[in-house]
């Protein structure tokens, strides 16, 4: 028996597989300590026939007093080839996440029995810096974290930048609200992060890597800490790795969370202990980078990726994704999802595929309306998108982007003025204020999409910020002025119908707090849960009356509405 890796399926959790001696797979979603004798009686039999009836009487009586009362464990055979559950885990192409479920995070011998390390040696024993650097050119590997820049190019820069100190940075700082892909990854592959890394090391001839780990993060901090330990240990992390004249060793720097850190001169400059600021290009950071020298910085899910590549070979990464976008990305599938969690998926495949076949659809059974990709700064795709294809060219084109993974499925109750205006109040607080555009820009749209959300909005105002937003995606500095507009452009483009009415005092999806009263319908059956549970004394206790709803203090909760067992607490919507 033994704790793994994490499997991604976060709407299982937690998650037990059993492997029995034929190599046959059984899965159980959503375990309790209650579930564990069943799961394993049905799967290992007492060898004694005494212990064998104790543990059928024992599991009978415990049936009898219990069943009434326990969740029924949820059980996934793999055997089952329609099922949802292996939907999700057979629509998957695993690469920065291979071994998923598999490995144990913290024990080398493990990833070695899988082939761990083995790249490194190769590009350690056999390979030039140069043949590193062609094959992943050849990969058309390009950089997890957002930008999408070709992998092999800024390599090559590092490596050709004279110098005789480089630094290799991983970034792991993971600034989007609700993705965790590279938190993931160094919880679940610490080892297949520092081999990435090293490799890197050996191609540009860097001999000091730094790993940014964002400190909310505590658990990949620690595991790439242990992992780090047990490299130096085994002679592959320090002076002379392996008995070769490499010497290449690695530190942690635990950030602040700042979302500017995905910008790497932001991230550079917040590792040199300044307060984390995006600086003027050129010179690049492969030319003139940490301290001064030639560094490289790459995603930590782009260094979990590179030991496969070596280690299958370029064309096989290649032989996935479209035509730009090779490989797979990790994605965090988020928001009104039914089975939410980590995924890893080619690229090109269509958002349907991911959403219906992998996510199995909207919960509730409602109606997909939007998928937010790419994060905060991303764009939101409505749902007659759905069948382009994820590749960096083509969410750019309808106004997305890849961004680092974060995906965040919204259905019909989302008001897309409130999404926009949710995602800019997270962007103009993460602004670090160094240019005018982004620093004053943001927070004016933020300010027009209150008003918006207020009802307070006219015509004029959406017309202000569609003109801030195209300014400030022109005249910011960094990736995060630039990008910020994104939500609020997308959603002009496509749900511009929603600005318009709530410049008519109507949130079309009841969504605006300002735009909605609550009220109780005839089907009241007196049940005073809503008034016991109101937090702002907005309901009068009546039993067995038809209860009222106080407007004048109402805060618009939603509680009543979540435990009226009739459903007799609606919305009415403002100049419906
Ligand atoms: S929405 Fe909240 S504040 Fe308003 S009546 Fe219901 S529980 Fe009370
Ligand atoms: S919870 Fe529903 S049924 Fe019960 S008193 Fe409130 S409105 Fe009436």
Redesign the pocket.
């Known amino acids: 028996m033994k704790s793994v890796s994490c499997t991604g399926a976060s709407y299982l959790a937690p998650f037990v597989e059993v492997v029995t001696q034929d190599g046959s797979s059984y899965r159980y979603g959503k375990v309790t300590p209650e579930h564990t004798r069943e799961i394993l009686l049905r799967h290992f039999k007492p060898v004694k026939l005494s212990s064998r009836v104790k543990a059928s009487v024992l599991n009978l009586l415990e049936r009898i007093v219990e069943e009434p009362y326990a969740e029924p464990v949820i059980r996934f055979p793999s055997d089952i080839r329609d099922s949802p559950q292996i939907n999700y885990f057979e629509s998957q192409k695993r690469i920065a996440t291979e071994y998923a479920g598999e490995m144990s995070p913290l024990d080398i011998s493990d990833y070695i029995a899988h082939r761990g390390f083995d790249a490194f040696k190769q590009c350690l024993l056999k390979l030039t810096p140069e043949d590193i650097i062609s094959c992943i050119r050849k990969s058309g590997l390009r950089g997890r974290g957002g930008a999408g820049y070709p992998t092999w190019q800024k390599w090559l820069a590092v490596r050709s930048a004279s110098g005789d100190v480089k630094f290799v940075i991983g970034n792991g700082d993971e600034g989007d609200p609700g993705a965790f892909m590279d938190r993931i990854i160094m919880e679940s592959s610490p080892f297949r992060v520092i081999e990435g890394m090293l490799i890197a090391g050996r191609a540009v001839g860097a001999q000091h890597g730094i790993l940014y780990i964002r400190n909310e993060y505590p658990l990949a901090l620690h595991r790439m800490s242990e992992a780090i330990e047990i490299c130096r240990k085994h002679g592959l992390l320090g002076p002379n790795i392996l008995g070769s004249d490499m010497s290449f060793d690695l530190k942690i720097v635990e950030g602040g969370g700042a979302f500017v850190c995905g910008e790497e001169t932001a991230l550079i400059t917040a590792i040199e202990g300044k307060r984390p600021m995006p600086g003027l290009r050129p010179p690049y950071p492969a030319e003139s980078g940490l301290y001064g020298k030639p560094t490289l910085v790459n995603n930590v899910e782009t260094f979990a990726v590179i030991p496969w590549i070596l280690l299958h070979g370029a064309d096989n990464f290649a032989s996935s994704g479209t035509a730009t976008s090779k490989g797979t990305k990790t994605f965090a599938l988020a928001g009104k999802i039914r089975y939410g969690g980590l995924i890893e998926v080619p690229m090109g495949i269509t958002l349907r595929e991911i959403i219906f076949k992998i996510g199995g659809g909207i919960q509730n059974n409602k109606q997909l309306k939007a998928v937010l990709i790419g994060g905060p700064s991303g764009g939101c795709l409505p749902a007659s998108l759905i069948d382009i294809p994820v590749d960096y060219e083509a969410l750019t084109a309808y106004g997305a982007m890849m961004g680092s993974g974060g995906m965040v499925v919204l259905d019909e109750t989302d008001c897309m003025v409130e999404i926009a205006r949710y995602f800019m109040n997270f962007i103009q607080r993460e602004s670090c204020g160094r240019c005018v555009p982004c620093r004053i820009g943001t927070r004016r749209m933020l300010e027009l999409l209150e008003q918006l959300c207020a009802g307070k909005g006219s015509e004029s105002t959406v017309a202000e910020l569609e003109r801030t937003a195209l300014a400030v995606k022109k005249a910011s500095l960094c990736g995060l002025g630039k990008t910020a507009p994104n939500p609020v452009l997308t959603t002009l483009r496509y749900f511009r119908d929603e600005y318009i009415a709530h410049t008519k005092g109507h949130c079309p999806a009841g969504r605006c707090k300002a735009l909605i009263t609550y009220y109780?319908?005839d089907?009241?059956?007196?049940?005073?849960?809503?008034?016991q549970?109101c937090p702002a004394d907005a309901?009068e206790i009546?039993p067995h009356?038809?209860?009222e709803i106080d407007t004048t203090k109402c805060t618009r909760c939603d509680t009543?509405r979540q435990?009226?067992?009739?459903?007799?607490?609606l919305i009415k919507k403002r100049n419906a």
């Open positions: 109780i319908t089907d009241c059956i007196g049940c005073t849960r809503c008034a549970r309901i009546r009356q038809k209860h009543c435990v009226c067992p009739v459903g007799a607490v």
